[in-house]
C-alpha cells in the first residue's frame, strides 16, 4: 500500500466521544487526503492537506477536523463522535497536483473501519 | 460541478468471457479519469488514467479503458475475464484546476467460473 499506514486499523466507540485517525506516509509526497466510504455513496472526501499546516475542505467535512504539523502525518479527529460518523475511513496521498504527464494517481492507505455507537 | 456516474451497481461475468465497466463524467474543461479498484478489506489500487493522448489507455492486470470525450464515457474494458478480478471497481474525475479526486459510487465485478 505504497509507504501509507493508517492507526488504529478498527475502533469501536460510544457518541460523544473524541477520536483521532492517524495517517502515515514515507513518501514524502505533498498532497494528503481524508475519504470516507459508505456504501451507495462511493468514496467522499472530507479534507485534505496540500502542504504542512494548509488543509482545505472536503464535501463532507462538517463534524471534522484536520492537522498537518508534519509532512508524514495527518491526524483527522472527530470532535465528538455521531452514529452517522461509522464509516470506513481512508488516507490517501499524491506526489504533485494536477499536471499534464504528471503523476497525478493517488495512493490509499488500508482503512480505518470505525464504528460508533 | 464535477460528477462521475456509474449506472452499474454489479456487473455479473462469466470467467474468459469480455467485461465492461460503465463510467460517464461532468466536468469543465479536459478531464483527467482515473480507474481503481478494491479488493475486500483493502484499500483502493490504482488501475490506470487518461490525461491526455491516446484514447485508449492500457493499464495494471490486463485492463483498459477508453475515453470518449463525445459521449463523456470512460469505459473500463477486459477482453477475457478471471475470478480474480472480482472486486469493487471505482471511476473517478478531477478537473485541471483542482486538486480533488470526485469518485464514482462503485461497480463490484463478480466473475463466475
Known amino acids: 500500500d505504497a509507504g501509507i499506514t493508517q492507526s488504529p486499523r478498527h475502533k469501536v466507540t460510544e457518541t460523544g466521544t473524541p477520536v483521532t485517525l492517524r495517517c502515515h506516509q514515507t513518501e514524502n509526497h505533498r498532497y494528503m487526503y481524508w475519504y470516507r466510504q459508505d456504501p451507495g455513496h462511493g468514496l467522499r472526501l472530507i479534507h485534505y492537506?496540500?502542504?504542512?499546516?494548509?488543509?482545505d475542505k472536503g464535501e463532507v467535512s462538517d463534524g471534522y477536523s484536520v492537522s498537518r504539523s508534519k509532512t508524514e502525518d495527518f491526524l483527522l479527529t472527530l470532535e465528538s463522535a455521531t452514529s452517522s460518523q461509522t464509516s470506513v475511513y481512508f488516507c490517501a496521498i499524491s506526489e504533485v497536483p494536477p499536471i499534464a504527464g504528471g503523476r497525478n494517481e493517488q495512493f490509499f492507505g488500508p482503512g480505518t473501519r470505525l464504528t460508533v455507537l | 460541478a464535477q460528477s462521475v456516474a456509474q449506472p452499474e451497481d454489479q456487473v455479473n461475468v462469466a470467467e474468459g468471457n469480455p467485461l465492461t465497466v460503465k463510467c460517464t463524467y461532468s466536468?469543465?474543461?479536459?478531464?483527467?479519469l482515473f480507474w481503481y479498484v478494491q479488493y475486500p478489506n483493502r484499500g483502493l489500487q490504482f488501475l490506470l488514467k487518461y490525461i491526455t493522448g491516446d484514447n485508449l489507455v492500457k493499464g495494471s492486470y490486463g485492463f483498459e479503458a477508453e475515453f470518449n470525450k463525445s459521449q463523456t464515457s470512460f469505459h473500463l474494458k477486459k477482453p477475457s475475464a478471471l475470478v480474480s478480478d472480482s472486486a469493487l471497481y471505482f471511476c473517478?474525475?478531477?478537473?485541471?484546476?483542482?486538486?480533488?479526486?470526485?469518485f464514482g459510487t462503485g461497480t463490484r465485478l463478480q466473475v463466475f467460473p
Open positions: 473517478a474525475v478531477r478537473a485541471p484546476d483542482t486538486d480533488k479526486l470526485i
Open positions: 466536468v469543465s474543461g479536459n478531464p483527467y
Open positions: 492537506s496540500y502542504g504542512v499546516k494548509d488543509t
